[in-house]
């Protein structure tokens, strides 16, 4: 297992853990259990009104109804004002953390001999070719590009830390330097006469599940893993509470 995942999995934890503990010190659980059971007696109340309605002993429009629905209402609002109070206070703690976690977890660093996309964008008409050999693009590193515009996306491996690349346009040749790609984590952009050349990182895998999720697949990115984990980790957690007693 990589640190990644290990990191990802620890915080996954630690946020559904946090999410439950401050459930069970922020809610006013009498206030929330004293609704339930009212709630409940309110919809054995109802039942009983139906079924005097079905023996036309009393009125479908009785008022009792209308009694009985409003206080329902009111005893809802109880429970959902009870139980939405913890995400006030862990919403921006919460969302800092996410975002710390999708700026760090998101792509694989890269490195030499990587494969990663990059896209070709501007007016292009000419060669592109690398110093050394450090850029392979389709296969090959010797590139003739004839179109007005692009976008396209082609593989890419870069062989040394310090490229310089060249494009041969309109007899003219420009070249530029790409630094700092190595170890990258995020997208970098160069731009070489009237190309522009934005190289992005492979998205970061942690887990490969033996079967397929739809709408997921069976690759889990850090956000995957980290909603599954923590949700399952407040899920049982929160079992555990009730089962105490200690939350309603």
């Given at each position: 297992?990589?640190?990644?995942?290990?990191?990802?999995?620890?915080?996954?934890?630690?946020?559904?853990?946090?999410?439950?503990?401050?459930?069970?010190?922020?809610?006013?659980?009498?206030?929330?259990?004293?609704?339930?059971?009212?709630?409940?007696?309110?919809?054995?109340?109802?039942?009983?009104?139906?079924?005097?309605?079905?023996?036309?002993?009393?009125?479908?429009?009785?008022?009792?109804?209308k009694e009985l629905q409003t206080e329902m209402l009111k005893?809802?609002?109880?429970m959902m004002k009870q139980t939405t109070k913890p995400t006030?206070?862990?919403?921006?703690?919460?969302?800092?953390?996410?975002?710390?976690?999708?700026?760090?977890?998101?792509?694989?660093?890269?490195?030499?001999?990587?494969?990663?996309?990059?896209?070709?964008?501007?007016?292009?008409?000419?060669?592109?070719?690398?110093?050394?050999?450090?850029?392979?693009?389709?296969?090959?590193?010797?590139?003739?590009?004839?179109?007005?515009?692009?976008?396209?996306?082609?593989?890419?491996?870069?062989?040394?830390?310090?490229?310089?690349?060249?494009?041969?346009?309109?007899?003219?040749?420009?070249n530029t330097s790409i630094t700092g790609l190595i170890g990258?984590?995020?997208?970098?952009?160069?731009?070489?006469?009237?190309?522009?050349?934005?190289?992005?990182?492979?998205?970061?895998?942690?887990?490969?599940?033996?079967?397929?999720?739809?709408?997921?697949?069976?690759?889990?990115?850090?956000?995957?893993?980290?909603?599954?984990?923590?949700?399952?980790?407040?899920?049982?957690?929160?079992?555990?509470?009730?089962?105490?007693?200690?939350?309603?």
């Open positions: 297992m990589s640190l990644a995942a290990l990191y990802v999995i620890l915080i996954a934890l630690g946020v559904g853990l946090a999410g439950q503990i401050a459930y069970l010190f922020i809610v006013d659980h009498e206030i929330v259990r004293n609704s339930k059971t009212r709630t409940k007696e309110i919809q054995a109340q109802i039942k009983e009104l139906r079924k005097q309605v079905q023996a036309n002993q009393i009125k479908a429009d009785d008022p009792k109804f005893e809802s609002g109880k006030f206070v862990t919403l921006v703690p919460f969302l800092i953390v996410f975002f710390i976690m999708s700026a760090y977890f998101s792509y694989v660093p890269i490195g030499i001999g990587t494969a990663i996309p990059l896209v070709l964008s501007g007016q292009v008409n000419g060669s592109i070719t690398s110093a050394s050999n450090c850029l392979k693009i389709n296969d090959s590193y010797n590139v003739t590009i004839i179109s007005k515009k692009l976008p396209e996306t082609f593989p890419s491996v870069l062989n040394s830390t310090a490229c310089t690349v060249f494009l041969y346009q309109n007899k003219t040749l420009y990258s984590e995020g997208q970098k952009t160069y731009s070489l006469g009237s190309l522009n050349m934005q190289f992005s990182p492979n998205p970061l895998i942690l887990a490969t599940l033996p079967f397929s999720i739809p709408l997921i697949g069976n690759q889990l990115n850090w956000f995957w893993v980290y909603l599954i984990i923590s949700f399952i980790t407040s899920m049982s957690i929160n079992r555990v509470f009730m089962r105490l007693k200690w939350i309603a």
